[in-house]
């Protein structure tokens, strides 16, 4: 599907600069409202939000857009993404959408689409908002307007689903766990999950100002002074994580995502692990080692979800931290991904040191080069002779990757393998011609 304001992962822009102004946001929300009507006779939709100072102007314009539509709207406030997801689908509503940048500095802002099956907006609503947009705006009569209401409970529902994911039988009475919520969306829920469940929880990262969401703290240093097991840090919008253990040793979603196909495959059926173009080598050497089918989808939580669905899978993740348990959720939710890792380490006894011991990464270098929007990388001599030239100099001992992001005006370049000072040199080379390239325009 070809967009015009849908990246892979809804609308997102800087706060002020087109598309994220209030009257953009009242069209969009009007042009979804309008498309929810035409399929729902009594359309509903939650709009919940991480703590971005920007949040409360488009969450007003987003409700009067589905306002004038005739759709009702239910606000839970600061809620993280699968928070959202969840409740759409608990509460039978039509769709729920999220005002959240996720990673991104609190400058960005984004809106997300969620269907009331808690999965991602497919792509025929996706367009067919998309058609409404180019159509004037306009305004149901008085008596066939929306209506809007609080929905006071939505963070006691959700700490309660997120309990729910993690084995009765277990507990994490004796853990000492700090937890990281960036102050971001996640900072008056991840903390009770983790201490109803037992744990002696440090919270950080839970004063949010509207301006510090994603700041983050040394989490290794605040888990080595508190004499922790674990430190868990969620980022803004609570849907990835970053775990950090009793010796300071950082696991990504790679490595998080190993730990706990490991355990389900040594426990029961693990079907297939979904993972990306930027997933580590090492783990589809490991999954091959184990006879676990393995599948590498394009970057974004949207692609690997559609492989996992079309593949009958129940795992997946990429290395930044989104991991998706389908017989747990129906999105990459931080809380219940790390919960999982945590029920790999109570039914074990092992430390996540030791449940990943056998997985050796291989050494990995990304640099983010700044980019026009909409940069053809592909269209540059340079930069494929660039490619042809790092390639050469690897002689197979890594592999390269060039990509857009999805979300910033930046294209990666990921190189990997070994020798270290190898795929650095091949990196930067590389790097070196993107720049020279996007600057000559």
Same mark, same amino acid.
């Not at 997300?112 to 149901?140: H, V, W, Y």
């Not at 253990?245 to 990504?252: E, L």
């Not at 291989?362 to 980019?371: C, D, G, K, M, R």
């Given at each position: 599907m070809s967009r015009s304001y849908f990246g892979t992962d809804g609308v997102r822009g800087t706060v002020g600069a087109s598309p994220m102004t209030p009257d953009f946001v009242l069209r969009l929300g009007?042009?979804?409202?309008?498309?929810? *009507?035409?399929?729902?006779?009594?359309?509903?939709?939650?709009?919940?939000k991480d703590t971005r100072i920007s949040g409360y102007m488009i969450e007003a314009a987003l409700e009067a857009g589905f306002s004038a539509a005739g759709v009702d709207v239910l606000l839970c406030g600061p809620l993280p993404t699968p928070g959202v997801a969840y409740l759409a689908r608990a509460l039978r509503l039509s769709a729920g959408v999220v005002i959240?940048?996720?990673?991104?500095?609190?400058?960005?802002?984004?809106?997300?689409?969620?269907?009331?099956?808690?999965?991602?907006?497919?792509?025929?609503?996706?367009?067919?908002?998309?058609?409404?947009?180019?159509?004037?705006?306009?305004?149901?009569? *008085?008596a066939r307007l929306g209506r809007a209401r609080r929905v006071d409970d939505a963070q006691g529902r959700y700490i309660e689903?997120?309990?729910?994911?993690?084995?009765?039988?277990?507990?994490?009475?004796?853990?000492?766990?700090?937890?990281?919520?960036?102050?971001? *969306?996640?900072?008056?829920? *991840?903390?009770?999950?983790?201490?109803?469940?037992g744990a002696e929880v440090t919270p950080v990262g839970v004063r949010p100002d509207g301006f510090n969401i994603n700041e983050r703290g040394d989490l290794a240093a605040e888990v080595g002074s508190r004499d922790a097991d674990l430190g868990i840090a969620l980022d803004g919008d609570g849907d990835r994580l970053v775990?950090?253990?009793?010796?300071?040793?950082?696991?990504?979603?790679?490595?998080?995502?190993?730990?706990?196909?490991?355990?389900?495959?040594?426990?029961r059926r693990l079907s297939g692990v979904a993972g990306t173009v930027m997933t580590n080598l090492a783990l589809e050497q490991a999954f091959a080692r184990m006879g676990v089918p393995f599948g590498r989808a394009k970057v974004g939580d949207r692609y690997v979800l559609e492989m996992m669905r079309s593949r009958d899978w129940d795992l997946g993740g990429e290395n930044s931290g989104h991991i998706i348990c389908l017989d747990r959720h129906t999105t990459g939710d931080g809380i219940v991904s790390a919960l999982q890792v945590l029920t790999a380490v109570r039914e074990t006894g092992r430390t996540?040191?030791?449940?990943?011991?056998?997985?050796?990464?291989?050494?990995?270098?990304?640099?983010?080069?700044?980019?026009p929007r909409g940069f053809d990388w592909e269209r540059h001599a340079a930069i494929a002779e660039a490619q042809a030239l790092a390639t050469r100099a690897l002689d197979g001992r890594g592999r390269i990757l060039l990509r857009p992001s999805g979300t910033e005006a930046v294209l990666r370049v990921m190189v990997e393998g070994e020798p270290r000072a190898a795929i650095e040199a091949a990196a930067e080379a590389i790097a070196a011609a993107v720049r020279h390239a996007a600057g000559a325009g």
């Open positions: 009007y042009a979804a409202g309008r498309v929810l *009507a035409g399929r729902d006779r009594h359309p509903a939709v939650l709009i919940g959240s940048a996720s990673h991104n500095p609190f400058p960005d802002n984004g809106i997300k689409f969620f269907s009331g099956d808690g999965f991602k907006l497919p792509d025929d609503t996706e367009a067919a908002i998309e058609r409404q947009m180019e159509q004037p705006m306009g305004c149901n009569e *008085a689903f997120c309990k729910s994911t993690f084995p009765a039988e277990l507990d994490l009475r004796g853990m000492r766990i700090v937890v990281d919520c960036v102050h971001g *969306a996640a900072y008056g829920i *991840a903390p009770h999950v983790f201490h109803e469940l775990v950090v253990d009793a010796g300071g040793a950082t696991y990504d979603g790679d490595q998080l995502l190993y730990a706990v196909a490991k355990h389900r495959a040594a426990t996540l040191a030791e449940l990943t011991a056998d997985l050796v990464m291989f050494p990995q270098v990304l640099v983010n080069v700044a980019v």
